[in-house]
């Protein structure tokens, strides 16, 4: 079994900071890409950043130099600090681990979603 757990979400005015933490867990081999996508209501789940097991690291245009996503291999952590909040950050942010596991091929993992809602 695998786990996929998200935290870090909450409340921040505009211009604010925020860091989220997703940790997979269970019956791990290794992580491969690990990103994070928000979804706002009324619309469609996109992503926000992306970062490779090397390191390397792509992020939306929207959220380019204020978000940074880094990673702990050892802990399978991966993280998102989100700097200068705007409004239109807000949304349920989600994680998603690409997961090998012994026997089987690897598979990309979801978590629960955490709220972040930024206000004026």
């Known amino acids: 079994q695998v786990q996929v757990v998200e935290s870090g979400g909450g409340l921040v005015q505009t211009g604010g900071s925020l860091r989220l933490s997703c940790v997979a867990s269970?019956?791990?081999?290794?992580?491969?890409?690990m990103g994070w996508y928000r979804q706002a209501p009324g619309k469609q789940r996109e992503l926000v950043a992306v970062?490779?097991?090397?390191?390397?690291?792509s992020y939306a245009d929207s959220v380019k130099g204020r978000f940074t996503i880094s990673r702990d291999n050892a802990k399978n952590t991966v993280y998102l600090q989100m700097s200068s909040l705007k409004l239109e950050d807000t949304a349920v942010y989600y994680c998603?681990?690409?997961?090998?596991?012994?026997?089987?091929?690897?598979?990309?993992?979801w978590g629960q979603g955490t709220q972040v809602t930024v206000s004026s």
């Open positions: 998603n681990t690409l997961i090998v596991r012994a026997g089987v091929p690897p598979f990309g993992y």
């Open positions: 269970g019956s791990i081999f290794s992580t491969n890409d």
């Open positions: 970062i490779t097991s090397g390191g390397s690291t």
